[in-house]
């Protein structure tokens, strides 16, 4: 039950970090690199969350 909530802090810290890259690419005129930036970083933020929760949980 400890892991409950990482599906939803995977996905939810991947759609945080795309959303700003989406608005900062609005901002900027620069179409898909702020975008793909944000969910690379999204995606690292995340499973480093991931693996850090289930060190913790060992």
Same mark, same amino acid.
């Given at each position: %039950?400890? %892991?409950? &909530?990482? &599906?939803?802090?995977?996905?939810?810290?991947?759609?945080?970090?795309?959303? #700003? &890259? +989406? =608005?900062?690419?609005? +901002?900027?005129?620069? *179409?898909? @690199?702020? @975008?793909?930036?944000?969910?690379?970083? #999204?995606?690292?933020?995340?499973? =480093?969350? @991931?693996?850090?929760?289930?060190? *913790?949980? *060992?």
């Amino acid at each position: %039950m400890a %892991m409950a &909530g990482a &599906g939803f802090e995977f996905v939810s810290s991947i759609t945080l970090f795309v959303l #700003g &890259g +989406y =608005y900062l690419d609005g +901002y900027l005129k620069s *179409e898909p @690199l702020w @975008l793909l930036v944000g969910f690379f970083l #999204g995606f690292i933020f995340a499973f =480093y969350s @991931l693996i850090k929760r289930a060190k *913790e949980n *060992e």
